[in-house]
């Protein structure tokens, strides 16, 4: 299955630029995260400050399931935070949403 989802930065260059480097090689306990949890592919695009996520995975992934996977896994919570601090929210964003999903509107 695949999702699409949006988020913005912080709209300072210098922070798009760390939080672009940490993306360069993430920290393997995160790949690793993202992988058990049946995501097979994953793929972050940014123009200006907005971010567009592509993410693939197979039968064994549901959102709830990462959640609580998330939830658990103390590095996990140690990136989110660290990510939180160069990321801002969508401006629908309801209190505590991140990554909002993306409706598609059109298929070829």
């Known amino acids: 299955m695949r999702y699409c989802f949006a988020l913005d930065l912080k709209d300072d260059p210098a922070l798009i630029t760390e939080y672009e480097q940490y993306h360069e090689k993430i920290w393997p306990e995160i790949e690793a995260s993202i992988q ?6 994953m793929e972050i695009y940014r123009i200006g400050n907005r ?9 064994s992934f549901s959102f709830e399931r990462k959640a609580v996977m998330d939830a658990e896994n103390p590095t996990v919570q140690k990136w989110e935070t660290l990510m939180w601090t160069y990321q801002q929210a ?12 993306l409706n598609r509107i059109f298929k070829l």
């Open 36 to 41: 058990s949890a049946g995501i097979t592919d």
């Open 51 to 59: 971010l567009f996520m592509i993410m693939e995975t197979d039968a």
């Open 90 to 101: 969508l401006p629908m964003a309801k209190p505590g949403e991140k990554w909002l999903p």
